[in-house]
């Protein structure tokens, strides 16, 4: 019996897609093989059109037959043409290098979505607002229906122009919040697709939603609300077929009944009021009589594009207890969740009919224990409930997040408070990323990383989850990628989030600094085209590319990479970035890098990688001429900016550290370029004086260079500025502002002192680049050949680094003790890495107590940078080497 196990299928990313709009999609499995040194040699997919099919063996949508390749992820659908709304059955089965075959995987499904505009036959619906009407209520809408004989499948296709929250039969209809989720609705909605079969029965139904203003119509940053449009709209469509081979569709429409509810107003920045006494009790049920609700108003249809939802719903994913209630003098609780998180409250009470409790949201405390709120600017992150008198009433808001810590309940005294539940919420995005070292500062560290990425990707890469921004600013997004993509698989969230900066790119080629667009951002004003921001359009697919191996990314988005590096070049009169319409190193202290410096490097850095995009996708000649392209401007850069002992024109930590990272240092002056950049850390006492960018590129260069402890000794710096200072004052998230906080100044600058902001996050991508060591070769992407090359330093005694990449699950843990490393390796089937050890030639290398020499699936390939690489095959190995003496201190 073959030990062969393939698990994990995926098509689109996805594990059990509903809905996919990809005509020709991509399959992709995790091969399971206890030996070392697998290698798929062959496989055989089977794609039916129904379960039974499939299990019988035949493969009528495709039988791609036994194909010799190692491709285990991509794979694409070379099948018989998919309609709108196909289910597709699909099994795997792959051969060893000896030509021994797996048993069949257990199987997978993906349907289709509704591929054509003729396909949507529902009309758009809403209700409008009243001129006696105070707030911005929700609506909420109805449709009882008879299913008379047996049914076979039921597919609910949904989509709004605002926040929908979907009723079925009594009950509230999946776990996703916040649908269809924020994006130019002058240019596209998604939708998304729900499998109710089970939930239908013989007799009646009811199909119903509420809709809320969400981001079509609510509060978006600082620009007030009706960014999109005044009256939020709903599509629903339901696809029945029946045994006999009938079908019916259901779509809204005017026959549909609609009726203001018990939310009074929602928004996302300012809160939600409720009022239970408005309760339709009952409305979502078949039998509920709505004869004093109005006919739902059908509106004209929608312009743009519907399409389906490429990233993982939002939805919660996890629930919090206080840590910890305080009464006030003033008769407010104030109420502890010992972690900044993102979400609300959902509360229990028992009171009067007729009172109210409030409840707002904050990140922090004032010295007096009161809440900080200047930092909200105009956000008012405020909920309020009505008591209807039940003897228990439950509440939570259905159309608004907060970013908080701490909560100020206050109500009347006949409330009784029976119980609080923090709900956390973002894009439902696994976990692939894990880190443990023996410093718990790194650790608490590596915790506020992973919680702040949770906090911020809610539909969009948002700089901010509290204040009233929360916009999704490309800048920090493209320093934050790598990192992002190491905590959590953000492939569907970040195919998503570059389709966002293509609709907004504008018609000069520029991209613009935040995605989505906003018509109240005029086209002149200094939000588009900005160094380091605006070049998120070429590395986000990029670095998606590099990370899971995806040359549709480039595809998809080659023209618009071409355009923004044109808008670029014509820019720039002797390829040099000149202008002063940019935002530089962002939060850097007292360290300004030279704008004309920074815009060049990225001018340059953005070439380089479209180069090589281009010619990944076989665009020989385009990749010969930005490969050109990026030498003159490299060369200009020198001329302009370079001196000739290595010195950088404005002489700061950023603008070495981009030069460096960037490739636009001579051989013959890097080493001299990275002593100055050394040198200044030095003079600013081992202190980071970089901004949002810098940060990304320093410890990288460090090590790159040869100078791994003094990358470790920022890491673990605890005086300002530091990771480790805001950790001190007991940071459960990044700060957006190194001083955010100081012991002789308390809080900095309240209208941009967020205490959850990514950006300086970024730090991530070392912690597991570098310190684990989990990497990619340079010519290489996706993890099928890896690069397993820690950084081990004496200033930590263990390291614990795991990734989950496409192929399966790769560790690299190393530890230090009595002059000895002892470094443990996990590398998935299908897959080889080169592993880089230090060596110092005087004592052999162990694994698992044999010489290297004689273990199994281990090629010695001798020295490279001063490290011993030797290749291996999947499997696990442990190293014990030897230490040079600096090493082990």
């Not at 990749?623 to 050109?628: E, I, L, M, T």
């Not at 960018?693 to 470790?712: F, N, Q, R, S």
């Not at 004592?843 to 699936?857: N, P, R, T």
């Amino acid at each position: 019996m073959s030990d062969i196990k393939v698990i994990q299928l995926r098509t689109e990313y996805m594990e059990q897609p509903y809905g996919i709009d990809s005509p020709r999609p991509r399959l992709s499995w995790v091969i399971q093989s206890s030996g070392r040194g697998f290698m798929q040699s062959a496989y055989r997919v089977l794609v039916a059109s129904s379960p039974e099919r499939l299990d019988s063996g035949a493969g009528d949508l495709w039988d791609s037959g036994k194909m010799d390749s190692d491709q285990s992820i991509f794979v694409e659908y070379d099948g018989n043409t998919l309609e709108s709304g196909s289910i597709c059955c699909w099994k795997v089965m792959v051969w060893d290098a000896q030509g021994h075959p797996s048993d069949w995987s257990e199987p997978g499904v993906w349907t289709m979505g509704l591929l054509a505009r003729s396909d949507w036959q529902a009309k758009w619906v809403g209700l409008g607002y009243g001129t006696d009407e105070v707030g911005r209520p929700a609506t909420c809408y109805r449709k009882p229906f008879e299913i008379g004989k047996p049914l076979k499948r039921a597919v609910l296709y949904a989509s709004a122009l605002g926040a929908a929250e979907l009723h079925l039969n009594g009950a509230r209809l999946g776990e996703d919040w916040f649908a269809p989720e924020w994006t130019d609705y002058n240019i596209r909605v998604n939708y998304r697709t729900y499998e109710i079969t089970h939930l239908l029965h013989e007799g009646g139904n009811l199909l119903g939603g509420i809709v809320g203003d969400g981001w079509y119509s609510g509060h978006i940053a600082w620009y007030g609300q009706e960014q999109y449009g005044k009256t939020p709209l709903l599509l629903l469509q339901l696809q029945l077929e029946y045994a006999d081979g009938t079908t019916e569709v259901l779509g809204t429409d005017s026959s549909w009944k609609a009726a203001r509810g018990p939310i009074l107003s929602s928004d996302f920045m300012m809160g939600e009021q409720y009022d239970a006494r408005l309760e339709h009790e009952g409305w979502n049920e078949p039998d509920f009589d709505d004869s004093n609700w109005r006919s739902a108003r059908q509106f004209g249809d929608y312009r743009g594009w519907i399409t389906a939802s490429a990233s993982p719903p939002i939805q919660i994913t996890e629930q919090l207890e206080p840590a910890l209630q305080t009464a006030m003098e003033s008769g407010a609780l104030i109420v502890d969740m010992g972690q900044n998180m993102v979400g609300w409250a959902q509360i229990r009470l028992q009171g009067q009919r007729d009172s109210t409790v409030t409840l707002r949201y904050a990140e922090v405390l004032n010295p007096d224990g009161t809440l900080y709120t200047e930092n909200l600017r105009t956000a008012k992150q405020t909920d309020s409930y009505t008591l209807k008198g039940a003897a228990e009433e439950v509440y939570e808001p259905h159309f608004t997040f907060h970013g908080f810590r701490y909560i100020e309940i206050t109500t009347s005294p006949d409330v009784k408070l029976l119980g609080l539940t923090g709900k956390v919420i973002h894009n439902a995005m696994k976990q692939t990323g894990r880190i443990a070292t023996s410093d718990p500062g790194v650790n608490q560290l590596f915790s506020n990383i992973m919680w702040t990425q949770r906090a911020n990707f809610i539909s969009v890469p948002t700089d901010c989850p509290q204040r009233d921004e929360r916009m999704g600013w490309t800048g920090d997004a493209q320093i934050f990628s790598r990192t992002a993509s190491y905590n959590m698989d953000v492939s569907g969230f970040m195919a998503k989030f570059m389709m966002d900066i293509v609709d907004a790119q504008r018609g000069t080629g520029a991209f613009t600094d935040t995605v989505p667009f906003l018509k109240g951002i005029p086209d002149e004003c200094t939000f588009f085209a900005s160094a380091g921001w605006a070049d998120a359009g070429v590395i986000i697919p990029w670095t998606m590319y590099r990370v899971y191996g995806d040359r549709r990314i480039i595809e998809e988005h080659y023209g618009a990479m071409a355009g923004w590096i044109a808008y670029m070049k014509r820019m720039s009169p002797k390829l040099l970035r000149e202008d002063s319409q940019n935002f530089g190193d962002w939060l850097s202290l007292n360290a300004d890098t030279p704008f004309e410096v920074f815009s060049t490097a990225y001018f340059a850095y953005s070439t380089r990688l479209f180069a090589e995009m281009a010619a990944i996708i076989g665009k020989t000649e385009d990749a010969a001429a930005y490969a050109a392209l990026f030498g003159e401007i490299k060369t200009q850069f020198n001329e302009a900016y370079v001196s000739g002992d290595g010195r950088i024109k404005g002489e700061t930590q950023t603008g070495y550290a981009m030069a460096l990272f960037m490739d636009l240092i001579p051989a013959d002056k890097r080493s001299a370029a990275a002593g100055h950049l050394v040198r200044d850390i030095e003079e600013h006492g081992w202190h980071i004086t970089t901004g949002i960018h810098g940060i990304k590129y320093l410890l990288p260069v460090l090590c790159d260079t040869g100078h791994e402890d003094a990358a470790y000794r920022l890491l673990l710096q605890d005086t300002y500025p530091s990771w480790l200072y805001s950790i001190r004052h007991g940071a459960t998230t990044i700060w957006e502002r190194w001083d955010g906080w100081t012991d002789e100044k308390g809080f900095q600058n309240p209208g941009m002192n967020s205490f959850n902001h990514y950006a300086l996050g970024a730090v991530g991508e070392w912690l597991y680049r570098y310190m684990g060591g989990i990497d990619l070769p340079a010519e290489a992407a996706g993890y099928k050949h890896i690069h397993i090359k820690p950084v081990i330093s004496g200033r930590l005694a263990k390291v614990e680094c795991e990734y989950d990449s496409l192929y399966g699950r790769i560790s690299s843990h190393w530890s230090t003790a009595d002059g000895y490393a002892h470094v443990e390796v996990t590398i998935p089937a299908n897959t080889r890495a080169d592993i880089y050890l230090p060596d110092d030639g005087k004592e052999q290398i162990e694994e698992s107590g044999l010489a290297v020499a004689d273990a199994a699936h281990i090629l010695d390939l001798g020295m490279k940078d001063g490290k011993r690489v030797l290749q291996a095959g999947s499997g696990h190995y442990r190293f014990r080497i030897r230490l040079k003496e600096e090493a082990s201190q």
